[in-house]
């Protein structure tokens, strides 16, 4: 008789909650609970997420055989404590921070999550399907290799940390994923950036990106610094943090006065002015978190043998570092989990049951099954209608054969436009389903989205939506990236070569200089973090793409998250319509619904809203 199970995973109380159903194994639906709050990176259990996960796979929580949590909560704990007891009397005020916490609630979270699950049921507590825990890495490694294109693969996690991993290393085969080994708490990939990301005045868990972002306006001057007093990095690849100057273990900051000495000051405050320093500690943090990561994976490939490569955790968020891990030919394909932080460890929980516990086998797609990421809600043409006319809303309904080529010269004309259609991504890219686009041949572009649509810094890159058949002739990329988790050069092509006065220019005023035919997704270093776009997984936005290449020769799209600095990336038509009145995006599109600002009517600026939204 043939298996079959409904498994719902939950990731939750610590960030980015999130819940995801699989039926058979299949990925039905995955959502994180801040697209629904509204409140980013939200940690609290993920009752919006569960809710529409059940209504998108039409089924009630009595039909769930099980719910499975993405860590053991009980071992992350006997960590915490160990490490305070391992660092008193140092820590003592953290640990009286932290420990009401853990009293109070977490170390009961079976029952917690029982009481919880059982109130969004209405089910007595007896009827409820089991509840299950996996290990925090077990997540991460499930939620890469399952779902990815390969039969056979090494697979890589990286993050912060979890019960105590923080880095671990893994051979996936059909079914069965084997631990080979790990690095543990406190050395940790992922806490040395995010120590460097609140040393240079960024939020941790919110802010590596921007770090990552800024490095290329900077040099790499304090590499040896790092790899001489604050980690010792073998040639495998494995390293130990110096502790003594890290404040994670006993404090409740990353950094410390020893930190602060080692560089030179103090670190930078939050909202601050950015300064070459900044951008040069930026600069070096990643160069030696790339050279780590290369050694790893050289290790892992002399281990394993294998060719193929799947990462997750935080670490593998970084596309900077993906990008050099696959140009250095180590593994001839790498696969990314697209959610590869807390929140896709919801899939990766329930995929880890269903895999190892149930040893259900496992089919393997030429792409891979997350389904192009698009597995969030969407809405349908009266749904949207009646949302828009309860706004007030003033718009045209075109069907695609008239709507796209009115879009194709919205953007020729160097208009911005809030796009939103489909299933709302999972994970934290926007990849077509809920964007801001525009016109990647604009020299103004990339300044006009970020301070007067986005609010936030100038330096942030944007990210190319290519059709993936033209990939090759705009960047140095000869596969897919639908996620937009690869950097890779731009072509020669493209490229515009600097002046030797532009070339001797430093920090930020490198934003200034034209380096390609495409300036606004070009980044100063002649990189651009890649998005393929394809007529399978997201057909909508490749007919949108392609008739802007019929009116204008090119075949890419500027692309950014439809939302504003702090908040999460919208999830409804109304949160889309407020986004847009908001801002100064010229064009709303909500599947077939057509909305120019300037028709729009007219209502008494309120400012108040940019407080709602706590600064990333």
């Not at 007093?229 to 006993?250: A, E, V």
């Not at 896709?344 to 099954?369: E, Q």
Request: aromatic fraction near 10%; charged fraction near 25%; include cysteine.
């Amino acid at each position: 008789m043939k298996l079959a199970k409904t498994i719902l995973g939950l990731s939750a109380y610590y960030h980015d909650s999130a819940a995801a159903i699989i039926v058979n194994g299949e990925i039905v639906a995955a959502a994180q609970e801040e697209r629904f709050t509204r409140k980013k990176h939200d940690s609290a259990f993920p009752k919006n997420a569960i809710n529409y996960c059940l209504a998108e796979a039409g089924l009630t929580m009595s039909y769930i055989d099980e719910v499975v949590f993405y860590d053991k909560p009980l071992l992350k704990f006997a960590r915490i404590l160990t490490t305070y007891l391992s660092y008193a009397p140092d820590g003592l005020h953290s640990f009286m921070t932290a420990m009401p916490m853990w009293l109070n609630g977490k170390l009961n979270l079976k029952n917690t999550l029982k009481r919880e699950l059982a109130a969004l049921a209405n089910l007595d507590r007896k009827q409820f399907p089991p509840l299950l825990f996996t290990k925090h890495h077990q997540s991460h490694a499930a939620s890469a290799f399952y779902p990815s294109p390969f039969e056979k693969a090494a697979v890589l996690c990286m993050d912060g940390a979890g019960e105590w991993a923080t880095t671990t290393a893994w051979l996936g085969e059909g079914n069965t994923l084997t631990p080979l080994w790990e690095l543990d708490f406190p050395h940790s990939l992922g806490l040395l950036y995010s120590a460097f990301t609140y040393y240079t005045g960024f939020k941790v868990n919110s802010g590596e990106y921007k770090l990552m972002g800024l490095a290329p306006y900077g040099e790499p001057k304090y590499v040896d610094l790092i790899l001489d007093h604050l980690i010792d990095l073998k040639d495998d690849g494995s390293f130990r943090l110096n502790m003594k100057y890290f404040n994670f273990c006993t404090g409740l900051t990353m950094t410390g006065k020893k930190f602060d000495q080692l560089f030179g000051a103090p670190r930078r405050k939050p909202e601050g002015e950015l300064t070459q320093r900044e951008m040069d500690l930026a600069a070096s943090v990643q160069k030696v978190t790339e050279e780590i990561v290369l050694r790893l994976a050289k290790t892992i490939r002399i281990e394993t043998g294998c060719e193929f490569l799947c990462l997750a955790g935080g670490v593998a968020l970084n596309s900077v570092v993906n990008g050099k891990l696959l140009q250095s030919g180590i593994f001839e394909d790498i696969w990314v989990q697209p959610a590869a932080g807390d929140a896709g460890s919801a899939i990766g929980a329930a995929l880890a049951s269903w895999h190892s516990r149930h040893n259900a086998d496992r089919t393997v797609k030429c792409k891979d099954s997350m389904k192009g990421a698009f597995l969030g809600p969407m809405f349908s043409r009266n749904e949207i209608r009646e949302r828009l006319d309860h706004q007030g809303a003033v718009y045209r309904e075109l069907e695609d054969v008239d709507l796209m080529p009115i879009l194709a010269n919205i953007l020729a004309d160097q208009q911005v436009v809030g796009w939103f259609q489909g299933r709302m991504e999972f994970g934290p890219r926007a990849l077509g389903a809920r964007s801001i686009i525009g016109d990647p041949r604009s020299a103004t572009m990339q300044s006009v989205m970020n301070l007067k649509i986005k609010h936030r810094e100038s330096f942030r890159p944007f990210a190319p939506s290519v059709l993936s058949e033209d990939v090759e002739y705009y960047f140095d990329q000869d596969r897919p990236s639908p996620y937009m988790l690869i950097v890779a050069p731009i072509a020669e092509a493209i490229k515009i070569p600097m002046t030797e006065a532009q070339s001797k220019l430093i920090g930020i005023e490198k934003l200034k200089i034209l380096r390609s035919t495409l300036p606004s997704v070009t980044h100063v270093d002649y990189s651009a973090r890649i998005q393929t776009v394809h007529s399978d997984t997201n057909p909508r936005y490749h007919r949108l793409i392609s008739c802007f290449k019929e009116k204008t020769g090119c075949s890419v799209l500027m692309n950014t998250s439809f939302n504003v600095r702090g908040e999460p990336i919208v999830c409804t038509p109304e949160d889309a319509y407020s986004c847009f009145i908001r801002t100064e995006i010229d064009f709303l599109v909500i599947e077939n619904f057509l909305l120019e600002k300037s028709k729009q009517p007219k209502k008494a600026q309120d400012e108040t809203w940019m407080k709602v939204f706590e600064l990333d």
